[in-house]
């Protein structure tokens, strides 16, 4: 009789657990992921060097046998630093004394370091392979809430004299012709748009608890932008607005406080730009690739069911 109820109660205790496990779940998750960040647009003036990237959500996920859902906010960081090949901008003015000349800025080892921070909206679904390997497919949306970029270059400003024999001078500061120094400037993107980003995720999960475990996985994503106003790069890359142009009172310290740049996410090249004057920096809004590892912390949190096993008299 004894091992009668024993196999009764073992049977009943089998059968609640596959039950339940048929049932949904739930479960609170914590993420963090990191990798390379590379700018898929084209421009045949401009090196993209990889970046990294950063990201945070927290979700809320249901799972169904081996099928699994989530959604929830982040934030996503991102950093890149495209450099630009060497350029000359170049016009015709007069010097000092009133002879024409073409005078020349010369721009070398240009480099933009970008940085944005984005709110973002995950959405993932998911399929266990087994009980311990997944794949999982997402696509998610980010708004840019902090863009920021800083440009370093070296410069130095030449002439050429049109009428003279030994047309070209150099390192005459008296005259507007200064010595290689390097230029340093920072801002804001004037165009920074949103992005929608589908992605792929493959990896293991990890118990480490009762009612926690733990997904780790490598991920791929890809980031398609979405203008959030036409875009119309009308800004010059080299800013010399504010750059005090008269030949009797120029000087280096002026134009090493007041030459700007803008973004070449932004604009396009100046007029007087050899070859490329006038021309987009960037031929297309970039698209970006991240490629990286993810780690999800889950907390379960699905109700604790209590069977009552009575007996009625």
């Known amino acids: 009789m004894t091992l009668v109820l024993v196999w009764a109660f073992g049977s009943l205790d089998a059968q609640y657990y596959n039950v339940t496990n048929k049932h949904a779940r739930s479960y609170l998750t914590l993420s963090a992921g990191g990798g390379v960040h590379l700018q898929m647009g084209e421009s045949e003036r401009i090196k993209a060097a990889p970046g990294a990237a950063a990201q945070a959500a927290f979700s809320y996920e249901v799972q169904t046998r081996r099928f699994f859902f989530n959604i929830g906010v982040g934030a996503d960081w991102n950093m890149l630093s495209p450099e630009l090949k060497e350029m000359t901008d170049s016009y015709l003015r007069a010097d000092r004394d009133g002879r024409p000349i073409r005078y020349d800025y010369s721009y070398s080892d240009y480099r933009e370091t970008q940085q944005a921070v984005y709110a973002s909206v995950p959405i993932q679904f998911g399929f266990l392979l087994t009980d311990n390997i997944y794949l999982a497919l997402g696509v998610k949306a980010s708004y840019p809430l902090y863009t920021h970029y800083a440009v370093s270059t070296d410069l130095y400003t030449g002439g050429t004299y049109l009428q003279l024999i030994e047309a070209v001078q150099r390192n005459v500061p008296s005259y507007g012709f200064y010595p290689e120094?390097?230029?340093?400037?920072?801002?804001?993107?004037?165009?920074?748009?949103?992005?929608?980003?589908?992605?792929?995720?493959?990896?293991?999960?990890?118990?480490?608890?009762?009612?926690?475990?733990?997904?780790?996985?490598?991920?791929?994503?890809?980031?398609?932008?979405?203008?959030?106003?036409?875009?119309?790069?009308?800004?010059?890359?080299?800013?010399?607005?504010?750059?005090?142009?008269?030949?009797?009172?120029?000087?280096?310290?002026?134009?090493?406080?007041?030459?700007?740049?803008?973004?070449?996410?932004?604009?396009h090249?100046?007029?007087?730009?050899?070859?490329?004057?006038?021309?987009?920096?960037?031929?297309?809004?970039?698209?970006?690739?991240?490629?990286?590892?993810?780690?999800?912390?889950?907390?379960?949190?699905?109700?604790?069911?209590h069977t009552c096993m009575c007996l009625k008299y």
């Open 181 to 267: 120094a390097t230029y340093r400037y920072e801002g804001t993107y004037a165009n920074a748009p949103l992005y929608v980003t589908p992605g792929f995720e493959a990896g293991a999960l990890l118990p480490i608890g009762k009612r926690v475990s733990c997904r780790i996985g490598a991920y791929c994503e890809y980031g398609i932008p979405i203008p959030l106003n036409e875009r119309t790069p009308d800004l010059d890359l080299i800013d010399y607005s504010a750059v005090d142009l008269s030949p009797q009172t120029q000087s280096q310290q002026n134009l090493q406080d007041n030459l700007r740049f803008n973004s070449l996410s932004d604009s």
């Open 269 to 305: 090249f100046n007029a007087s730009v050899a070859d490329y004057g006038g021309t987009d920096a960037m031929q297309q809004v970039a698209q970006k690739l991240t490629v990286g590892v993810r780690c999800t912390f889950r907390f379960d949190v699905t109700p604790v069911v």
